[in-house]
């Protein structure tokens, strides 16, 4: 399954395979059942990529960690909403 970059203007990438990797293991956390050991279905797998990626492009837009400390619970899901009508395109 192939998803695109979130398109902002990349700066700086220090940070965004943390960014990505925190998106999408933040996202199986809250999903997935605790304890146990199964491998996602597909549909949860994409959906915690797409915030992975989300989160990379706050990671990318400015230089260092800039873009990350000023990320907010409200701007991530607003442009989580913008990125699925990218997606659903």
Not at 15 to 29: E, I, K, S, V, Y
Not at 60 to 67: A, D, I, M, T
Not at 80 to 89: C, E, G, H, P
């Amino acid at each position: 399954h192939e998803l695109p970059a979130y398109p902002v203007e990349a700066i700086d990438p220090t940070g965004a395979g943390d960014a990505l990797a925190g998106g999408f293991l933040g996202h199986l956390a809250q999903h997935l059942p605790a304890g146990g050991s199964t491998v996602p279905p597909l549909p949860d797998l994409v959906a915690a990529l797409s915030w992975g990626m989300v989160c990379a492009s706050f990671a990318v837009e400015q230089p260092g960690l800039s873009g990350l400390v000023g990320m907010t619970h409200a701007t991530l899901y607003d442009r989580m909403s913008r990125y699925q009508l990218i997606v659903a395109a």
